[in-house]
């Protein structure tokens, strides 16, 4: 229940804000109560899209009652009574607006843009061109980096059942896995079972089984990520303060 008290000086409020065509759209927001009607749509226009002249708001109290419309846009909202945990509901009057039809919600409602292999291969600036370019000019190192036998010299000191840290993070666990991917890219990748539920998957990458380990538990990264050695688990309280 919001509290019916209003300290003297308190001169804003927190509302919930929803929204009629944005069904995920809920919004706690706080206004100033000297702020008029049209000052609140123009802030809430910000926030969801509609536009201040196709926007009727309502308020509701927080047990979902309809107090009234906001309706007169020259009005303080404090004229309007609100308390802390009231709503206020926007209803978008204008059926062409960009809130209508669920696509900024739903983005398998929008078009996709689609262009040919052919199309694509005559544009200039894109991705692939820009590697065609590296290869051109050093096709030796291009293909070092691609070759199936990238970062094999950097397994050599890891194997499975060895403790590890991997980086960025610092995160421990256990090596489940070295080898290739082909899945994952050209080269060599290490299997990591994180001794928190740090990863991304059990084990299983793209369909293929690399390792077994509890959900989110398991990761594929690169040899040069990972450190092998003295990595026991982490004492989840040693950094408590006392």
């Known amino acids: 229940m919001a509290s019916r008290l209003q300290i003297e000086g308190d001169a804003s409020v927190l509302l919930r804000v929803t929204h009629s065509n944005l069904k ?35 308020l509701y109290d927080d047990c979902k009652n309809k107090l009234c419309d906001l309706s007169v846009d020259s009005r303080p909202l404090g004229f309007y009574s609100p308390l802390d945990g009231f709503r206020i509901h926007i209803i978008d009057l204008d059926p062409s607006s960009v809130t ?7 983005t398998s409602l929008v078009e996709k843009y689609l262009i040919s292999e052919d199309e694509y291969n005559k544009r200039s ?31 050599s000191n890891i194997k499975v059942g060895d403790r590890c840290e991997v980086d960025p993070g610092e995160k421990r666990g256990v090596v489940k896995y070295v080898g290739r991917a082909e899945a994952l890219g050209p080269g060599f990748w290490i299997g990591v079972q994180y001794d928190e539920p740090l990863g991304k998957h059990d084990g299983i990458v793209k ?16 040899p040069d990520k990972v ?16």
């Open 24 to 58: 995920s759209f809920a919004a706690d927001i706080r206004f100033s109560l000297q702020m008029s009607v049209e000052a609140v749509k123009d802030k809430l226009w910000k926030k969801c899209g509609t536009s201040v002249n196709s926007m009727r708001l309502e």
């Open 100 to 106: 209508s039809g669920g696509w900024l919600e739903d």
């Open 125 to 155: 600036g894109t991705f692939r061109k820009f590697k065609e370019q590296m290869a051109s000019q050093n096709p030796s190192e291009f293909r070092n980096k691609m070759s199936d036998d990238y970062m094999e010299d950097l397994c």
């Open 207 to 222: 369909g293929t089984r690399y390792f077994q380990c509890p959900p989110l538990c398991g990761a594929m990264v690169r």
């Open 227 to 242: 450190k092998v050695g003295d990595y026991p688990e982490r004492d989840p309280f040693e950094e408590d303060e006392i």
